[in-house]
């Protein structure tokens, strides 16, 4: 392979500093955090009475936050994992996409769960007196697990772009050029580290696929444990194994095409990238129908009186705007564009994508709080407000900004480092070419 | 009885101690020392008192301070419970008629902020052509606590005498137990629940679940301080219709003050049951079913709770 060809590549896939755009999407983000932070600040001051939350539905849009950060966080495993054992050489682009996207999610995923917590100062007490038996500390474990195998992940096959980096000085500032020497100035590009670094990617690929699986399902098994209509499901598991890599998927898609567009891109991320995502998203959107198939229909074939009340809320009922919203945008409108081949090209992927996002958030909405408002004795001898929910404002800009906040990450990941593998691409245009 | 008699010897001691220290058979760092060490004069009074290795002693009266209230358990010994008791309760519905006074002397003696109950009593009726009645709940202190099963931190608890507590200065405020409990008998204080200042200063004490605390769950003990007193829970004193009998399952009987009951006989000849049994939580709580009623059901409700909201 020629130089100039090398140097094409690299020049294209360096990080570049911020355009008027850029600095536009940082400062608005920014913001958006600093709201989330100032209405978190007035909570830690008040209390969980600035929520909308109350006795009957005592977790609200902050744990559907979280449910929808740990969904969207298992696309790292689908696409560095699966795809890469699977030997879908494509997928070589989007891994670091995928994977800053899981480090960033499962971030906000524990800070989320955090602010929910009534006694955030007493944090340290799942360590000093955590119970195994917990559903809760099944989950403290899985995602921790899942935060540094998704960390490493992200870091081992930065080494050797960390080493491109030291070389173009010229094109850092000072603090950037101390940081990409801090994290890679060991890495020399021998056999060995090579070798070692090669394998270590191979036995986190394959551990982190249980540990994704894991994190999903006891995330479900919150719910699932429980007694109560609408949660009490031997379907959970699966129901949100497959959402999550509908809705990871969804937003690797919507990553894909913003890089693209904004980083001009083209020549790495290619209509074929497109038109294989959107293939996956069909069928995993096609999953997804199929387990809202097995969860609501099948309850809903025998009315039980426990389940009435909240399936008819989501059918019928007060819920039913939302619940068909969520149905036809996270799965049903995505499909229809996705099946066509010209529904594959990236403008069209990219709106599928934003469309099973939006979808998804909604649907882990209703996954939360309608049950909640059907308990089995009726709701009674408490203040009116008790028994609706509806998010305040403080809710609103907490959850927004952790959303802000985790898209911040990836904007900023993506200005210092190359979003798009620059050695991997090398090497896989080589070994093209020789073949 | 033992209870009691247990209460009485610490009592004894403890006045012993205060009156030895007063009268300066201790130095300085005595703990029990006072903070006006005054002189006291012998009053010429003997009492007998029983000393903490049981010889009987005689003491003048006069070296005695009287300790207003024992001090509350502390919450080790409060997390194992009362050795060889099994509490339960038996609820009889016939002689329900919402008047509350469970409820108001329970929220009145826990501090429970305004607005929120760990008493619901709920109009219930079954389906469309079954009688209407009341139905007052507590919490179930089930057997098999699907709230316990739950709690990652061990901050709700099951004792060996079946009594469920919650440690308010472990809870870390999840509400895991909350969406666990299919009985809706737990409670979220979602702001400072404005115990009066005095109160809010004591330790959290598990056995009387006060001071409650922002950002914790809260929930009906059994008044397991009542029991060591050899006393009833508030609501089965504050009821005046004696819905509420409360007792120990191993000496097979219950009380509501005035009557006595023998648990096993009251729970076969009045077809006593518990709630969601399907459920497999074992509640420790009992209902009789409302026949034979002693008032008829009406319910006002509407309007009252309109007042509230």
Redesign the interface.
Known sequence: MKDSAIQKITEDLLPQKFGKQGKIWVAFLSVLCIIGFIAYCRQLS????V?G????V??GIYISNFVFFVAISLVGSLITAVLRLTNAEWSTPLTRIAEIIAVSAITFASLIIIV?????D??Y??FI???L?????WD?IVITTYFFISLLLLYFPLLPDLQILLRFKERTNKRLYWLYGFLGSFWKDTPQQIKISRRAVNILSITIIPVAFSIHTVTSW??A????PGWDSTNFGAYFISGAFLVGAGAVIVAMYVFRSHYNLERYITYSHFDKMGKILVMLALLYLYFNVNEFLVPAFKMKKSEEDHLMGLFTGEFAPVFWFAICTAMIIPILILVNRKGRRPLPAFIAGLLVVVGSWFKRYLIVTPT?LH???????????YKHYFPTWEEWAIAIGSLAGAMLIITIFARIFPIIPIHETITETEQHEKE | MEIKDNSRREFIAAGLLAGLALAGCSTKKNPFETDTLEEVKPSGVMVKLLSVDGKVIEVDKAFLKPVPELPAIPNDIARKGIAGKKFVMVIDLSRCKSLKKCQAACNHMHHIHPGQNWIKVYPMQDAEHTAPYWEPTTCMHCDEPPCVKVCPVDATFKRQDGIVLIDSDRCIGCRFCMAACPYSSRVFNWEDPGVPEDIAKQPYSCETSVPQKKGTVGKCDFCPDMARKGELPHCVSACPNGVFAFGDMLEDTVTNGSETFRFSDLIRDKAGYRLMEDLGTKPSVYYLPPVNRNFPFENNEGKEEGKHS
């Open positions: 008040k209390g969980l009475v929520t939350m109350r006795d009957y005592s977790w929910d917590m009534g006694r955030p007493r944090f007490n799942l007196h955590g119970r038996q917990s559903p809760i500390i403290v919150l719910f444990t429980t007694y109560r909640l308990p089995f004795l009726p709701m009674h001898d408490v203040p009116e407000s």
